[in-house]
């Protein structure tokens, strides 16, 4: 991204309201911890909000926990410091546009390694957040989806089995879940250090 250039963000907010900003590829950054509660001013917009964005930046400057979800959402912060916000797209080919919309006005989220996001159906998918085994019961597409990633590991299927039982959202390994936000369809991936 070049310095000085203007996003069109899905969710960008205009105006002055202090209702937080809308994230069509993270619809609820507080319930996942990217977003919370904070007095900590902008380092972007010099504004104390309420709130402060807490996920990774990828950025020349060091910008963690000093972004609000307003300069995020409105691509400003990824337009002023050429900062990025989600860690390597995976999956179906989309356009660049949709690609820098969700790498620059989405809110993205921490992992034990690089973060991945999912694209499917010529769009980003929307994080729903961290999950372990008994979160990913009730999506067998994103339960089988970890299944197949762990199986191509060249692990024996009893360790599969246990790898997959042992995911904990709160702990190692962790497993990461989205959603198609055309056709519907959980996807997942898990990691650990």
Same mark, same amino acid.
């Given at each position: ?6 996003? %069109? ?9 202090? !209702? %937080?900003? +809308? ?7 507080? /319930?996942?911890?990217? @977003?919370?509660? &904070? ?18 930046? $990828?950025?020349? !400057? *060091?910008?963690?926990? %000093? ?7 409105? +691509? ?10 989600? +860690? ?8 660049? *546009? @949709? ?8 809110? #993205? ?12 159906? =010529? ?7 961290? @999950? =372990? /085994? ?14 197949? *990633? ?7 299927? !009893?360790?599969? *089995?246990? $790898?997959? =039982?042992?995911?904990?959202?709160? &702990?190692?390994?962790? =497993? ?7 056709? #519907?369809? $959980?996807?997942? $991936?898990?990691?650990?250090?």
């Amino acid at each position: 991204m070049q310095s000085g250039t203007t996003f %069109l963000c899905a969710g960008s907010v205009t105006g002055m309201s202090e !209702e %937080l900003p +809308g994230f069509p590829y993270h619809p609820d950054p507080l /319930a996942t911890g990217a @977003v919370v509660a &904070s007095s900590t001013t902008c380092f972007c917009c010099e504004r104390a909000r309420g709130f402060i964005y807490t996920g990774p930046v $990828y950025a020349v !400057e *060091e910008l963690s926990n %000093l972004l609000c979800p307003w300069c995020v959402a409105d +691509g400003s912060a990824a337009a002023k410091y050429d900062a990025h916000f989600i +860690g390597d797209p995976v999956g179906d080919d989309v356009p660049l *546009e @949709v690609v820098m919309s969700v790498d620059a006005c989405t809110p #993205g989220f921490s992992s034990w390694q690089d973060p991945r996001w999912f694209f499917h159906c =010529g769009d980003g998918t929307a994080f729903m957040g961290a @999950v =372990g /085994a008994a979160e990913l019961a009730t999506f067998p597409d994103a339960w089988e989806e970890l299944r197949s *990633e762990a199986s191509a590991w060249g692990w024996s299927a !009893e360790t599969v *089995e246990s $790898y997959l =039982g042992a995911l904990d959202k709160d &702990s190692q390994p962790t =497993g990461y879940l989205f959603m198609c936000r055309t056709c #519907g369809r $959980y996807m997942a $991936y898990a990691d650990f250090t």
